[in-house]
């Protein structure tokens, strides 16, 4: 139990009052916290007992001390005058708050008049801050994940009211204040929360009454991760019997965790091989022998980290592929010319490495004067120079990654300028041939008109000629009389006469005739054969 009697009581009461006067008075404020004891003065200006001490609360008498008839206090009672006049109050209450009037009557029949303010106060007590949404760790850390919102409150108890006051302190600044105001409850809200709000956040409160204060701390981190996948890269190892898979994921706080995996599909994830590649790092590599690797096989590198939602993980992969390089088998060229030969490999993961050899014992090819090589994308280009016979042969376009390796077998043929004249001269008469035939038909084409019609049974006879006589019916009206009139075609188009006329040979004509009679000759001609009509 504390008592607050002071030295410093007593300088205010000497300074309120030199002298016992008949107006005499003090004015005194105490300050106490509950179930402290409080001793409010009254006559403190010297060493006479009062011999009539009454003290008042609010206008309300609350004991009175008499030095006359002086009588115990009963046990237990909390107010107590003492000898000198001062109220003595045992384990304070809040209720014991407020003013108390005391009026001592000295000896000589003076008075003297005092005032004590009382003030109870509590606190700051029941201080707690509170973070989120937010993960806390085992040791008490508080983790938000970026660009998400956090609402800071704080909140306490205290008499009289409080102040209340959050501040941070972090790498770029220190005990900034952030928010403040006077009561039990503070909350601000930080939206779209960035690495640099990461930090210890505290909540101060401070009784201006008391001048007592309490402090309560929170470190909040703030998680992240990029927003990419993991890179997954390939390397040839120092042995040329391994290869170096590398995976890597820069820019996440704190450090993930990476797994090389080997994902066989429908079949449940298994390590890779005999190995198991786990670490919390930004590059995780691992060296495989080439016994391990297949064709379709899929390599997986998967990314975990605590800001990602739980089962949620970054990853990245690839499929095994053995190499296929394609192009033309057979090439052909003319000696003393330049040819390219071409190698098209573009489906091998890792990409394999594709060069150019020559013959059966597979010399590789040093570019020179003699042969220049070239690529461009996944095409692998050889160009040789002024090609003679002895460039004639096997050439091998070879692919080799870590599961294979695969070859191309082109054959490349020179020929002598010997050896293309007897082609050129056929294309050159065969040309020829095309040329005649083109002009006999054109010519028949032109002349279709004069034509001589058989006989219709297929052959010509000797001693006659069918003589073929095409005229328009608009200009010829001769015809009008002896031939029937053809109706007129719905399409509009102009109907065609043929006039068919049977001209007998000279020495046929005069050898019937002379044995004939004329009566029989006027005959023969009038049974000449009507005239044919054809329409086209």
Request: net charge negative; with cysteine.
């Amino acid at each position: 139990m504390k008592i607050l009697t002071t030295a410093a009581f007593l300088h205010l009461c000497l300074c309120a009052t030199a002298a016992v006067s008949d107006s005499g008075s003090t004015e005194t404020v105490l300050v106490a916290a509950p179930g402290d004891m409080a001793i409010l003065p009254c006559y403190t200006v010297g060493n006479v007992t009062p011999t009539l001490t009454s003290w008042v609360k609010n206008g309300r008498a609350v004991m009175r001390s008499d030095a006359s008839s002086p009588s115990p206090s009963p046990a237990g009672q909390r107010l107590v005058v003492t000898n000198d006049g001062s109220l003595q109050i045992r384990s304070v209450m809040p209720g014991d708050e407020g003013t108390y009037l005391c009026s001592s009557t000295l000896p000589g029949d003076n008075t003297f008049h005092a005032r004590v303010s009382l003030q109870v106060t509590s606190g700051p007590g029941n201080l707690s801050v509170s973070i989120g949404p937010a993960t806390a760790l085992s040791n008490g850390t508080l983790i938000v994940s970026r660009g998400s919102s956090v609402s800071f409150n704080c909140s306490g108890s205290s008499h009289p009211s409080q102040q209340l006051t959050w501040a941070f302190r972090g790498a770029s600044s220190s005990n900034e204040s952030l928010a403040s105001t006077s009561g039990s409850w503070l909350d601000f809200r930080i939206e779209d929360v960035q690495p640099s709000a990461q930090g210890v956040y505290s909540c101060r409160a401070h009784n201006p009454v008391s001048d007592q204060a309490a402090n309560k701390s929170a470190q909040l981190l703030v998680y992240y991760v990029p927003d990419r996948h993991p890179k997954c890269m390939w390397a040839p190892a120092q042995d040329p019997a391994h290869f170096q898979f590398n995976c890597t994921w820069f820019g996440a706080y704190p450090v993930p965790t990476l797994r090389w995996w080997d994902d066989w599909g429908d079949q449940e994830a298994r390590p890779i091989g005999s190995f198991y590649a786990s670490d919390t790092t930004e590059s995780l590599s691992v060296t495989l022998n080439r016994s391990m690797l297949t064709d379709g096989q899929m390599l997986r590198c998967s990314a975990q980290h605590r800001a990602l939602a739980p089962g949620i993980e970054k990853s990245c992969s690839f499929t095994l592929k053995r190499p296929y390089p394609e192009g033309e088998p057979l090439v052909t060229a003319l000696e003393a010319t330049s040819v390219t030969l071409t190698c098209t490999e573009a489906v091998s993961i890792p990409p394999a490495n594709t060069t150019w050899r020559k013959g059966l014992q597979q010399e590789d090819i040093v570019p020179g004067s003699k042969y220049v090589l070239s690529k461009e994308g996944p095409v692998l280009k050889l160009k040789i120079l002024n090609v003679s016979k002895d460039d004639e042969g096997v050439y091998f376009c070879r692919s080799e990654n870590p599961l294979a390796v695969r070859e191309l077998e082109v054959y490349l043929t020179v020929k002598t300028s010997s050896a293309y004249t007897g082609a050129i001269l056929g294309v050159f008469i065969a040309a020829l041939i095309v040329g005649c035939a083109a002009i006999v038909a054109k010519t028949f084409y032109f002349n279709r008109h004069r034509i001589c019609l058989g006989d219709g049974f297929g052959h010509m006879e000797e001693d006659r000629g069918d003589v073929l006589s095409l005229v328009e019916s608009d200009d010829e009206q001769i015809f009008q009389d002896a031939v029937p009139r053809l109706p007129p075609l719905t399409n509009g188009h102009q109907t065609t006469l043929v006039q068919i006329h049977r001209i007998p040979s000279t020495d046929h004509e005069d050898a019937e005739t002379a044995g004939t009679s004329p009566q029989q000759q006027d005959d023969t001609v009038q049974t000449e054969e009507p005239v044919d009509l054809l329409t086209f």
